[in-house]
């Protein structure tokens, strides 16, 4: 079975622009949860998505948005970058809700100038 | 919000040695995950255990819920066993609160 993969990988972007990251699920899976990781704040949580449905949000500017496809496909948005969202994204996947094993993506490399 | 503290930040390891790494946390779960972090930065899901014991080769966990922390065993490390350990949890009776994830110790193992 394939396992979670999130597109692109790496990134560069200018400050004020945005971007969107995708994730896939590993097949079957219905809940993905996106997480930004960054040296000085460590592994911090962004969404998570269930059937479509946003179920969570983290403390994180409106800059931060998210949604899920029918075929649990997710992608989140960040507009407006700034120098500080720099950071690994990553996206983990669970059959269901977060009381279950969660399986992460190789997640993207964001890096703002 | 719930807090997890893991202990040692850094460890360092000749290979074959043994070590513990400790989690604690401040409120009930009803979730516990370890993960291990290479240095690619995959995240890859070691344990679920948010009680009692497992183990997977040469890792082993124990979680004692009532007292409030994990521990995660790594038996004759390997170069591969480096990375960043972190362990994750979900406070019991939460609603709808996420994974909340420690600073995770960071293994170097030593040939």
């Known amino acids: 079975k394939a396992g979670v993969t999130q597109t692109p990988r790496y990134l560069i972007k200018t400050r004020g622009q945005q971007v969107t990251l995708s994730c896939s699920p590993i097949?079957?899976?219905?809940?993905v949860s996106w997480y930004q990781q960054t040296p000085g704040q460590g592994l911090q949580f962004l969404f998570e998505y269930f059937s479509e449905t946003q179920r969570n949000k983290g403390n994180f500017p409106g800059r931060f948005s998210g949604r899920q496809f029918s075929n649990s496909r997710s992608e989140m948005n960040v507009s407006t970058l700034e120098l500080g969202d720099s950071a690994l994204y990553l996206c983990?996947?669970?059959?269901?809700?977060?009381?279950?094993?969660?399986?992460f993506g190789p997640g993207t490399r964001l890096t703002v100038l | 919000g719930i807090q997890v503290e893991q202990s040692p930040p850094d460890l360092i390891l000749q290979e074959g040695a043994n070590s513990t790494l400790r989690c604690n946390f401040s409120d009930s779960v009803n979730n516990l995950q370890w993960f291990h972090q290479n240095p690619w930065g995959q995240l890859i899901n070691l344990f679920y255990?948010?009680?009692g014991t497992k183990q997977n080769g040469r890792l082993s966990a124990t979680t004692v819920a009532t007292e409030r922390y994990s521990l995660l065993y790594i038996s004759s490390s390997q170069t591969t066993d480096s990375g960043v350990y972190f362990c994750?949890?979900?406070?019991?009776?939460?609603?709808?609160?996420?994974?909340?994830f420690g600073k995770g110790t960071r293994l170097s193992v030593i040939a």
């Open positions: 994750a949890v979900e406070r019991l009776r939460s609603g709808n609160t996420p994974l909340v």
């Open positions: 097949s079957g899976h219905r809940s």
């Open positions: 983990a996947s669970s059959f269901s809700v977060r009381t279950d094993t969660q399986y």
């Open positions: 255990i948010p009680s």
